[in-house]
């Protein structure tokens, strides 16, 4: 679902307003739909930015991105 999520991503970023905060989530556990469209998006949207997590979630994250289990 790569492509989808991009397209999705994509478009929810120009409703983002400035100042804005824009979350991503997926249920997926494959880093191609979740790090690498994030850096991805990243690179091609540079007003974008990786925002700092709480320090709660720091133990499960890494490189600025939570990751959760059931």
Known sequence: ??????TLLDT???LVRKGGILVYSTCSIEREEGENIIENFLNNHPA????????????FSRNHFFRSFP
């Open 1 to 6: 679902m790569p492509a989808l999520q991009t």
């Open 12 to 14: 929810a970023a120009g």
């Open 48 to 59: 974008f930015k990786p925002g700092r997590l709480p320090k709660r979630f720091l133990p």
